[in-house]
C-alpha cells in the first residue's frame, strides 16, 4: 500500500523511480522534498473559500480501475506511457497482454485507439495471471478516456464519463541551479512556476536574485480530468526562501470577491514595481550563461539595466501607468516610455516591436505586454535596456525606493486572518516537514 502511493507521487523522470528497498526508504524520508501530494474530497466546481481544511493523505493515482470482485485469480495492475512511435499491438506487448488477445484486440479497435495513441499517454491495464487482457484504458492529453473492457463476445470500446476532481497539492522544494531546475524536480507545473514568480514579482526578480540553496513551499489547486491536469493551478499559498529571507504569499478573496494577494499580516505587494520588466519564462530564466545572474547590470555612465532575452520576449509594464510614448528614439531604437504616478518614469528600450494599442494617453496595468524585445537601435544584441527616472533623473531600480500600495484595511484584518488560516496552515506544515528534510 505504501509502496503504491509512493510509485503514484514519485515523478516519472525522479530518480527515486529506480527500486530496491533501501531506496524505497530513502524514498520515503526523502518525499516532502521532492513534493508530497495532499489531496481533499472536492467537487469540480468548489471554489477555494469551500475547501474543507482537514487533510487526508490520498493516492495521487488515477481512478482505480475495477476492483477483483471476490475472485481467487490475481490480476495485474499495470500503468505505462505510450513510447514515442509505439504502435497499438506493442503497446500490447509491453504491457504482457496475451497473443491472441492483442490480437483480437488489434482487430476490433485498432482503428478507433491506434489513431489517437500519442507518445508520453498514460495507458492502464488490467490483465489476469494468463495474460488475457480485462480492460485497458487511456487517458489523452486532455483526460478524455478511451476504455475497452472484456465481454462475453469479445472486446467493447467505450468513452465512460469523466472523473473531474479539484486537488490541493502541496510541494516543495530547493534551488539547486535554476528555477525550472527545482521545479521539475518537485514536479510543479510550470504554469505554477511561473506564478510563483509573478506574486512575488514585486520583491524578488526570479532571474537574478535566485541563489543556490533557496527553497520554496507551495500550496495550490490544480483542477483534473481522470487524473489528467486541466488549467493552470491557483496558488493558494507560497512562500519563497532567498537568501535566508522568507517571502509569504496568501491568496484572500475579500468579502466582495476579488482575489489579490497578500503578505503574512496583510501587506500588499501585488502593486509595487515589478523587480523584471521581462516576463519570467523557460525563455528568460534559460537565456543567459550565467542562469543565477543574467541581467548586465546598472553602472555608471549607463543610465538604466540591461536584460540579456532572445529577440522576441515579452516586456511587461513593471507598474500601473500612461504611455507617453511609443516609438523610434536614436540610440533607444523602439522605444516605449510609461508615465507613472509620483513622477516616476519607465523607459523600455531597443524593441523589436510594440504590443498592440501602444500610444500616447493610453492607460496599461501592471503586468501587461507593453511590447517584444530586440536590438533596434544602438545595441551589439538582443537585450531589454530598462530605465526608471524619478522627477526626469536616473535611478537604480533595485535601490530606488518606488511606492508600494497600502496594506489591508485594519477593519478588513480579521476577515483576512480567517480566509486565509487554512492555507497558512498547510504552508507552516509543508516548511516543517521540508525543512525537516533538507537539515
Ligand atoms: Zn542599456
Not at 499495470?78 to 483480437?104: F, I, K, P, W
Not at 505587494?269 to 523557460?282: A, M, Q, V
Amino acid at each position: 500500500m505504501q509502496q503504491q502511493k509512493l510509485e503514484s507521487l514519485t515523478h516519472p523522470t525522479s530518480p527515486l523511480k529506480r527500486k530496491s528497498p533501501v531506496r524505497g526508504l530513502l524514498a520515503m524520508a526523502l518525499l516532502p522534498l521532492f513534493g508530497m501530494v495532499t489531496a481533499y474530497g472536492i467537487a469540480p466546481d468548489t471554489n477555494t473559500r469551500d475547501i474543507p481544511v482537514q487533510p487526508l493523505i490520498q493516492n495521487l493515482a488515477l481512478p482505480q480501475l475495477a476492483a477483483n470482485q471476490g475472485e481467487t485469480a490475481q490480476v495485474f495492475h499495470h500503468e505505462e506511457r505510450v513510447l514515442s512511435g509505439e504502435t497499438l499491438g506493442a503497446l500490447l506487448t509491453r504491457l504482457g497482454v496475451a497473443q491472441q488477445d492483442t490480437a483480437l484486440l488489434l482487430s476490433q479497435s485498432a482503428a478507433q485507439i491506434g489513431r489517437s495513441l500519442r507518445s508520453g499517454q498514460r495507458v492502464q491495464a488490467e490483465i489476469s495471471e494468463n495474460g488475457d487482457l480485462q480492460e485497458l484504458r487511456l487517458t489523452g492529453p486532455d483526460g478524455s478516456l478511451n476504455r475497452v473492457s472484456r465481454q462475453a463476445d469479445g472486446f467493447v470500446l467505450d468513452q465512460p464519463q469523466a472523473v473531474l476532481e479539484s486537488r490541493i497539492v502541496m510541494r516543495s522544494g530547493r534551488i539547486e541551479s535554476s528555477l525550472f531546475a527545482a521545479t521539475d524536480a518537485a514536479s510543479l507545473p510550470d504554469s505554477v512556476a511561473v506564478k510563483m514568480a509573478d506574486i512575488f514579482g514585486t520583491q524578488l526578480d526570479f532571474r537574478s536574485d535566485l541563489r543556490k540553496g533557496d527553497t520554496f513551499s507551495i500550496v495550490y489547486a490544480m483542477d483534473y480530468r481522470n487524473g489528467e491536469p486541466t488549467g493552470t493551478g491557483k496558488i493558494l499559498s507560497a512562500e519563497y526562501v532567498n537568501d535566508g529571507k522568507a517571502y509569504r504569499a496568501v491568496l484572500y478573496r475579500t468579502p466582495s470577491g476579488r482575489e489579490e494577494y497578500y503578505g503574512p499580516n496583510g501587506e500588499s505587494f501585488s502593486k509595487g514595481f515589478l523587480r523584471s520588466p521581462l516576463e519570467f519564462s523557460r525563455i528568460t530564466s534559460g537565456f543567459s550563461n550565467s542562469r543565477l545572474h543574467p541581467v548586465l547590470g546598472f553602472h555608471r555612465r549607463h543610465t538604466g539595466t540591461d536584460f540579456g532575452a532572445p529577440t522576441g520576449a515579452r516586456v511587461r509594464a513593471t507598474g500601473d501607468a500612461t504611455v507617453a510614448f511609443a516609438g523610434r528614439k536614436g540610440g533607444y531604437g523602439n522605444i516605449v516610455i510609461l508615465r507613472h504616478r509620483n513622477g516616476i518614469e519607465t523607459y523600455y528600450a531597443h524593441l523589436s516591436r510594440f504590443a498592440g494599442g501602444m500610444r500616447p494617453g493610453r492607460s496599461v496595468s501592471q503586468g501587461d505586454i507593453i511590447g517584444f524585445v530586440g536590438m533596434t537601435g544602438t545595441a551589439t544584441g538582443p537585450h531589454l535596456h530598462y530605465e526608471v527616472r524619478i522627477a526626469g533623473q536616473p535611478r537604480n531600480p533595485v535601490t530606488a525606493k518606488l511606492p508600494g500600495s497600502p496594506p489591508l484595511p485594519v477593519a478588513q484584518r480579521q476577515h483576512f486572518k480567517e480566509q486565509t488560516a487554512a492555507w497558512t496552515r498547510l504552508l507552516d506544515q509543508l516548511r516543517g516537514t521540508n525543512l525537516a528534510a533538507l537539515d
